[in-house]
């Protein structure tokens, strides 16, 4: 069940951070991906940069995506829905002039929450090898940046670190402190490998924190129960849906493709009804009647 309808999402959002409770957050990469999030009785969605590059572009998550595209998407997942939106903006983009740029361009959008990674750019998967992060001191300039940025001071912003993988987790740890310092709301040290660093984060850092359940990553895998009472506010299954759509296209496909017809299996495809009911055609039904 959502939050209480007078809310606004971003403050809606602020709460449930604050709550600590394990937020269970699947990612959407388009607008359908995002109304069967919120139809499924999700409370916060992920715009997952992943998700557009691999499903928009058919390429790996390795900056191929751009500040225009993220924020289209956004926008029209914002239209879609009314779940608080937790966005990705990957390096920000550039500098932190550039950071400020795509504050301003993605609360626009709609965006509830921004995303901003320490990775030098071009940046990668956080569960790929070969990443290298920025100085601690660079990333402290574009979190103010965003900060100062954002003309609704309910807008959260979340910083990551990728450190662990290039510095260790002591190193990270230690980053994220200093992010939250800046002004960060959110924060998220990615790509952790061992079960007690998962376990000791909450005690260590002060602000709430999301936790990245990447399926076949490197992050040993924690059920949401488990990390809410650890004390984490939100649980990324940045690409869940994604996973599940692209196995669920190569199955219907196959069976195309070996019987040469394909019926309305709702096992293998979504009921021609279901489709419209998740696209609000009888509420486009109902307009047109006002209109016409």
């Known amino acids: 069940m959502n ?3 007078t809310l606004s999402p971003r403050k809606a959002l602020r709460r449930l951070a ?9 990612g959407a990469f388009n607008a359908m991906s995002a109304r069967i999030v919120e139809d499924l009785g999700f409370e916060a969605l992920y715009v997952t940069g992943a998700g557009v590059t691999n499903m ?3 390429l790996p998550d390795q900056a191929f995506m751009g500040l225009h595209e993220i924020a289209d998407h956004t926008a029209r997942i914002r239209d879609a829905v009314n779940l608080p939106l937790l966005v990705d903006a990957d390096t920000g983009f550039g500098n932190a002039l550039n950071v400020r740029h795509t504050v301003r361009v993605l609360e626009r ?8 990674e320490d990775q030098v750019s071009p940046k990668r998967c956080g569960h790929f090898s070969g990443k290298a992060v920025i100085e601690t001191d660079e990333m402290l300039g574009k979190i103010k940046a965003a900060v100062d940025a954002r003309h609704d001071s309910d807008l959260l912003v979340m910083a990551r670190t990728d450190a662990a993988a290039v510095h260790g987790f002591e190193a990270a740890i230690e980053r994220a402190q200093k992010f939250a ?3 960060a709301d959110i924060l998220f040290v990615e790509a952790v490998t061992q079960a007690e660093e998962v376990r000791a984060m909450p005690q260590r850092l002060g602000k709430p924190q999301l936790m990245n ?12 129960q488990e990390l809410g009472e650890l004390g984490y506010g939100f649980v990324l299954y940045a690409n869940a849906a994604l996973q599940g ?7 219907a496909l196959t069976v195309l493709r070996d019987h040469r017809r394909l019926d309305e299996d709702p096992a293998l495809v979504a009921p021609f009804a279901e489709r419209q ?3 609000g055609k009888p509420d486009w039904d109902a307009l047109e009647r006002l209109y016409v």
Do not use: N, S
């Not at 604050?18 to 699947?26: H, I, K, N, S, T």
């Not at 359940?213 to 949401?224: D, E, H, K, L, Y």
């Open 56 to 58: 928009y572009l058919g």
């Open 213 to 224: 359940m990447v399926i076949g990553g490197r992050t040993p895998t924690f059920g949401a």
């Open 3 to 5: 939050e209480t309808p």
């Open 18 to 26: 604050e709550a600590r409770r394990g937020v269970l957050v699947p």
């Open 181 to 183: 310092e800046a002004g």
């Open 109 to 116: 959008a709609g965006a509830d929450c921004i995303q901003l």
């Open 277 to 279: 009911r998740l696209v």
């Open 245 to 251: 759509a692209v196995a669920g296209m190569q199955k």
